[in-house]
């Protein structure tokens, strides 16, 4: 399964790409190549990892705690090293012009470090010292990444959210932080709507989360039409790719809004192009893919025979739903535009690298449920 979406992925990238590549590169098959390269990389280190390695060497706090400080160090040092594109600074370029997004190793990162933190310390999860340290692991690296790039703190807070749910028997805790976070929110929003955006009282949130473009993203969700030329555009032109599509699509390849519409079709907003070119039938194949990766994962997660294991598969199997729903959410304008891409299909490196990193881990965890641990 894991392999078929991403093959229909490079499939997509072609069809959504090709006429943006073709008038920015000269070639049609510019971003479709890269895409299957990264596909081809990615799906052999998932084989290395599922088979030629054991997951439980990340049971080791120090060795999770490594990979997770390293991804922090990573976040932290974009305001130095990162490279700006599109008025965001989210990446780190390398020497041969090649990018490495570290929100993506945070993401991992945070999943590793709370499910061995977890391990080691579960007895105690019912201590509010604890559970608070818990907390901190996941808002360290949501805070770092927060100001550029909201949609992966989103992913971050969620995924961790769910490994300590699931972790600790108390749900009213839960509850207490689900309000307190639900309520905050809404308060900031209200001061967004309401109060002037220079006052002293919205200073801190407009520097920190709630910063003009994004204020100015919530508006238009509200109503793309405030500012169809601009703010709006892209909402207003996927929507109408999803509406034109009818049943069955237009047919592979044959999509309109791509064409000069859509801007950038071969990244967020693929799941419009899959619409139009294979309609809903082509949307409700891809969304129930999905759905057997994910309750594929849950079963990874429940048969694991360790808690390391399941917690990890657990992790990897949010982090995904989280992104397969926002993306959708975003693409049909029911959540406000965050630049979250869809698993396994969205054009990009280091997100596909390392998405089928983590697969591998989910695969490793599978193939050694039923195997004898080696003794000590």
Known sequence: MIILIATFGIVMVYSASHYHA???FDNPFHFALRQAIFACAGIGIMLFIGH???YRIFSNMKIAGIIYGTSLLLVLSLPILGHESKGATRWIML?????IQPSEFAKIGVILMLSAYIVKYRRKLNEWLYL??????IALPAAAVLVENLSSAIVIGAVGFIILFISTPKVWYYVVVLIIAFSSVFYALHLAETSDSNGPEFAGIKGVIFQQYRLDRFRVWQDPWLDPKDKGYQAIQSLYAIGS???FGQ???????KQGFLPEPHNDIIFSVICEELGLFGAACVILAYSVLIIRGLAVAVRADELFGSLVATGIVGMIAVQVLINIAVNTNTFPTTGMQLPLISYGGTALIILLSSLGLLVNISRTSHIQKPPR
Request: charged residues 10%; hydrophobic residues 35%; without cysteine.
């Open 22 to 24: 073709t008038v920015t």
């Open 52 to 54: 030629k390695f054991d």
């Open 95 to 99: 020497p041969g012009g090649i990018t």
């Open 132 to 137: 608070g340290i818990g907390g901190l692991i």
């Open 245 to 247: 599509g009818g049943l």
């Open 251 to 257: 047919g592979l390849g044959r999509g309109i809004q």
